[in-house]
C-alpha cells in the first residue's frame, strides 16, 4: 500500500541520505519546505487514519533538508527546522509504529520515554523544547528520518516487521 506517490518508497537511496541543515534566514526555503509537508500530511490524513497521530520529513519528499513535521489530534500541526536531539532519558518504551515510506508494514520500536530538542520554529525562533511520550516518540522518528535512520533499524530484529493486514487483525482482538 503506497500513501501517496510523492511519497519516496523503502528502497530508494535517498532514506538513507544525511539531511543539511538550513540557513537560519533561508525563510523562502523553510517555508516552501515545510509548506510541502503540511499540504501532503493533509492529503494522506484523508486517505487513512491517523487518530493516533503522524509526521514527516523533508526527504520523504525527496528533499535532503532538515525539516520535518509532526501532527497529533490533540495539538495539531508541530513544524521543525534543523532539529537535533540535545538530549534524552536512558529509560525506553516500546510501541508500534508504521512510516508512510514502507506504510503496509508495522513494527515494535523501543524509544527514550522523553527527548530535549533543539530546533528552529516556522518563524526561525530557536527554541530547547523537552518532548514526552507520543509525542516524543514522532518526533525522534522525523529527527532519525533527517540522519538517514529508519525505525527497523531500532528493532530488536527486524524480521519480527509485521503486515499491516496482521497487525489490523491483532489489534481487534
Ligand atoms: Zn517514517
Known sequence: MILHENIRQ????????KSEPFEADDYIGIQKTLNALIGMLDIVHQRYDFSWGSGMAAVQLGILKQAC???LP???YEQFINAQIVGQSKETNTAWEGCM????KRGQVPRPNWIEV??????????TERFEDKKARILHHEIDH???????DHMDDPKDLMDIEAYKKLKQR
Open 101 to 104: 515510506s514502507f506504510f503496509d
Open 10 to 17: 523503502l528502497g530508494d537511496p535517498i532514506l538513507r541520505g
Open 74 to 76: 490533540e495539538s495539531g
Open 69 to 71: 513535521v509532526i501532527w
Open 146 to 152: 533527517t540522519n538517514g535512520v529508519l525505525y527497523t
Open 118 to 127: 533543539e530546533y528552529l520554529d516556522e518563524k526561525g525562533v530557536m527554541k
